[in-house]
């Protein structure tokens, strides 16, 4: 999409596009895409290495047939969410950060973007970015330039050349990634299950730390959770409210469980070995190789695109390409301190991941409840094509209360619930307190004439 600062014409005159990409705009008719083009951009974030080694962990605390139910269920989860949270993107044209203005206000709509996205996508960034020189490294151990964290500052500048172009850079690159990767790891699952006892073998294999299913749920579902609540930012781009949706529940629900089982699986067959040196040694080298750049830069990408989308909405009067730029090379640096702290050890990503889990899904389950619950049933909006109103002279709340206190609460459940009953998914409880809650508030509100409202923003001609 470029940067240019023109869009289609509309009622004759040029739409402007004031920072890129159209970050507070509605995306215009000519630039939409259709459910292939937008499958293939989500299956270019799945092809990653994170996800084969999320994978690897369920190893540690279940069996391959808890591997494979865990697999499936938490995608599926995964899969209704953003279907929801992604038609409010198709049907509006605008992204997670635009939209969240109607649930929590201007402000409020500042902070959770900056949560989502603004940090949180931008320290996916950083994350991925130290993963692409741990993989590096096992392939060329002995490689200056494959060092952790020498790899880890040339390949940070590297991906961030395609998220600088936009989503048509995101979409170009997922068409050369999707297809191998896709291919190269189902073929090392079954070359290791053929070199290593075959079936029999791989479903007699235990964990060394046995957990339940519930607790294999919960990581799957906080693996992606972040994805899932900014599926808008990609399916506003949606020819049809159905295309980027339905892209994601498709490559959700039938491509994740292929990455999370082969990951499972091949750590059950190698117990304790680097998955990416395990592939190595079975003479697989060079798909390692292939994978592991085009792998990374596929999905790493969307981080820093993501982020930049929140920061625009965060502060005014600054392109999206210059904010790609500027935490391209924070993320870069914070991923070499990540190599030097850290070196191989994925303690940092799961922890990471585990923080992920706590604060972002409430985000999600207000924007559900507002859109699908609140909007249509406490506010009589029923067509989904007009229960939200953006452009100029739009008026906002500053801050919608019940919109902050549901995440907030939400937030405080998720995280405290798990570390008294082990066995409560944090991120399920998290989305469903943000859901319930805002509605109730928002019941409460409409009923006694409380505003839910505190101050006002009024949207001028650039979105801001």
């Known amino acids: 999409m470029g940067e240019d600062e023109k869009g289609a014409p509309r009622n004759g005159q040029e739409v402007k596009d004031y920072y890129g990409d159209y970050a507070t705009l509605r995306v215009p008719e000519h630039e939409k895409r259709t459910f292939l083009n937008q499958l293939m951009v989500f299956l270019g974030v799945l092809a990653v290495w994170a996800a084969v080694f999320g994978g690897a962990s369920m190893a540690n605390y279940l069996d391959a047939r808890g591997i494979l139910i865990a697999s499936i269920l938490g995608s599926i989860a995964l899969g209704v969410i953003a ?3 992604g038609l409010i993107g198709s ?31 931008a320290l996916w960034f950083a994350f991925e970015t130290w993963l692409f020189g741990v993989i590096l490294n096992g392939v060329f151990p002995e490689s200056f330039l494959a060092r952790v964290e020498v790899a880890a500052a040339w390949g940070g500048i590297l991906m961030m050349t395609t998220a600088l172009i936009g989503y048509r850079g995101l979409a170009a690159l997922s068409y050369l990634i999707v297809p191998a990767w896709f291919l190269i ?12 006892g075959g079936w029999d073998r ?20 906080g693996l992606y959770i972040v994805g899932a609540t900014i599926a808008p930012d990609i399916t506003r781009f949606s020819r049809r409210p159905i295309d980027g949706p339905l892209a994601w529940f498709v490559h959700v629900v039938f491509f994740m469980p292929i990455i999370l089982i082969a990951g499972g699986w091949l750590q059950l067959l190698a117990p304790g070995s680097n998955l990416a040196a395990e592939m190595t040694a079975m003479g697989m080298g060079l798909a390692v190789l292939v994978t592991g750049i085009l792998g990374q830069w596929s999905t790493n990408d969307n981080n820093l695109y993501s982020a930049s989308l929140a920061w625009v909405n965060a502060v005014p009067k600054v392109k999206r390409w210059v904010w790609v730029a500027v935490l391209g090379v924070a993320g870069t640096i914070v991923a070499v301190a990540i190599a030097l702290g850290y070196g191989i050890s994925l303690e940092a990503l799961f922890a990471f991941g585990t923080l992920l889990g706590t604060f972002i899904p409430p985000i999600a389950g207000v924007m559900i409840a507002d859109y699908y619950i609140v909007q249509p049933l406490l506010l009589g909006r029923r067509d989904p094509r007009t229960r939200y109103s953006f452009g100029p002279g739009t008026v906002y709340g500053a801050i919608r209360w019940p919109g902050i206190l549901g995440w907030a609460v939400g937030s405080a459940l998720a995280y405290w619930l798990p570390q008294q009953y082990a066995q409560i998914p944090g991120a399920v409880v998290g989305l469903f307190t943000g859901l319930i809650l805002h509605t109730l508030l928002m019941a409460l509100s409409v009923k ?3 505003p839910y409202d ?10 801001w």
């Open 83 to 85: 279907f929801l949270t």
């Open 91 to 121: 049907y509006n044209g605008v992204s997670t950060y635009v939209i969240l203005r109607h649930s929590m206000g201007r402000f409020g709509s500042i902070a959770a973007g900056i949560v989502i996205s603004g940090i949180s996508a």
């Open 185 to 196: 790891i189902p073929l090392a699952l079954a070359a290791s299950i053929s070199l290593k």
């Open 202 to 221: 791989l479903f007699a294999a235990t964990p060394p730390e046995p957990a339940g299913l519930a607790a294999g749920i919960t990581f799957v579902i």
């Open 448 to 450: 006694a004439r409380i």
């Open 454 to 463: 505190v101050g006002k923003w009024v949207e001028t001609e650039t979105g």
